[in-house]
Structures are given as C-alpha cells and as structure tokens.
Antibody
Framework: EVQLVQSGAELKKPGESLKISCKGSGYKFTSHWIAWVRQMPGKGLEWMGIIYPGDSDTRYSPSFQGQVTISADKSISTAYLQWSSLKASDTAMFYC???????????????WGQGTMVTVSA | QSVLTQPPSVSGAPGQRVTMSCTGSSSNIGAGYDVHWYQQLPGTAPKLLIYGNINRPSGVPDRFSGSKSGTSASLAITGLQAEDEADYYCQSYDSSLSVWVFGGGTKLTVL
C-alpha cells in the first residue's frame, strides 16, 4: 500500500525548534515530489514548498521562504519540515503530499499524510 | 488573497446538481497548467478528487466531474448526497510565482 505516515502532534513554546517528518512507503520514494501544505485552524490549504528526494531539489513558496526548511533523507524514505524558532502564528495542521507523476508543475498530489498538528503556546 | 479564486460556499439539496468554480489567470490555469480538485471531509486530510482537469482517480464516483476553459475550471457534482458535504479545493501551478497554488476553498452544504 502506498502511504505517507507523518510524525505525531507537537506542543511547543515560542522560540523552540521543531522538525516533523513524513515517511513514504509502498513506492519509489526518490521518484516523486513531496510537498508540504499548511492549514491554519478553520482556514484553507496553503502550499509551503516541495522537495524531490531523488536529488533534493527544493522549492519554497515566497510566503514560507526563510521561515521553514524542507529536507529529505532518501535512505529512510523520509521528508522533513523544520523550524528554527517557532512562533504562536505557526500553530496549524501540516500535511505532506506526494506528487503523482514526479514531473513537477502538473503533478497532482495523490497521496496525503494524516497530518501533524503543531501547537505553539507559551 | 488566493491566486485561484473559489466561491466561499455553495449549497444544494440531496439529488441536485451543484457546480463550483475556480478562477485563475494567464500565469496559471490560462497558461495551460492542469487543475486538480481535492475534497476535504471534516477532520480529515484532503483527498484527490479530480486530476488533470477532467480525470477521476480510481474509486471516485462518476458523480464528480471536472472541466476547464480559458482561465477557469469547474467541479460539478450530480446526485448530491449528504456525504458530499465537505470543503473542496482547486490547485494548479503558477509560472509567474513559480509555485504550486491552491484556491481558497469552497464549503459545500447539503441542505
């Protein structure tokens, strides 16, 4: 079964660092883009960035450039999203999603992780 | 302000047909990039509903259909069912921003 399994919910304080994960299985991890998508409470989906695990080519939305870091470890089929200093406004659900074809721009995201809820509160 | 514009809400009675729009520009939908649609049921992760403008993944009922024309796309749902009540998002790629983009989402209410 093709799936993406994300790490569990996190409760952090402002200023703390965090790295959440997304592990792929059931397919060739290095041949498909992995995107990260934010959903703030009660709001819509926002595309944050994307990585191609095969060569670590990474793109960021201008809204998230410099705010987060996306990486991948192809040896363990896992993508990561990390923050160096969290803010209360980072409180959201974060999803990873797989690009179907591995081609890039026209890829639909066909497999989604279950989501990781990040809560940042003093 | 999303790059792709969707109506905030649509509604319909069981059995009816509803449509929802996704309006973009010459740098995304109008540039020929595919439009994909996702269904997000309450409390769950999004699910791919329509890809490549008109295609349904295996398991998606043929009550759901997509279309694209010019700088816009539409999702139609026929034979509306209570279980269709969800948020629906369109998605494409924008070449001027070099980013993947989502619409703001449309909440479907089944009356």
């Amino acid at each position: 079964e093709v799936q993406l399994v994300q790490s569990g919910a996190e409760l952090k304080k402002p200023g703390e660092s965090l790295k959440i994960s997304c592990k792929g299985s059931g397919y060739k991890f290095t041949s498909h883009w992995i995107a990260w998508v934010r959903q703030m409470p009660g709001k819509g989906l926002e595309w944050m960035g994307i990585i191609y695990p095969g060569d670590s080519d990474t793109r960021y939305s201008p809204s998230f450039q410099g705010q987060v870091t996306i990486s991948a470890d192809k040896s363990i089929s896992t993508a990561y999203l990390q923050w160096s200093s969290l803010k209360a406004s980072d409180t959201a659900m974060f999803y990873c999603a797989r690009g179907l074809y591995g081609s890039g721009a026209n890829d639909p995201f066909d497999i989604w992780g279950q989501g990781t809820m990040v809560t940042v509160s003093a | 302000q999303s790059v792709l514009t969707q109506p905030p809400s649509v509604s319909g009675a069981p059995g009816q047909r509803v449509t929802m729009s996704c309006t973009g520009s010459s740098s995304n939908i109008g540039a020929g990039y595919d439009v994909h649609w996702y269904q997000q049921l309450p409390g769950t992760a999004p699910k791919l509903l329509i890809y490549g403008n008109i295609n349904r993944p295996s398991g998606v009922p043929d009550r759901f259909s997509g279309s694209k024309s010019g700088t816009s796309a539409s999702l139609a749902i026929t034979g509306l069912q209570a279980e269709d009540e969800a948020d629906y998002y369109c998605q494409s790629y924008d070449s001027s921003l070099s980013v993947w983009v989502f619409g703001g989402g449309t909440k479907l209410t089944v009356l």
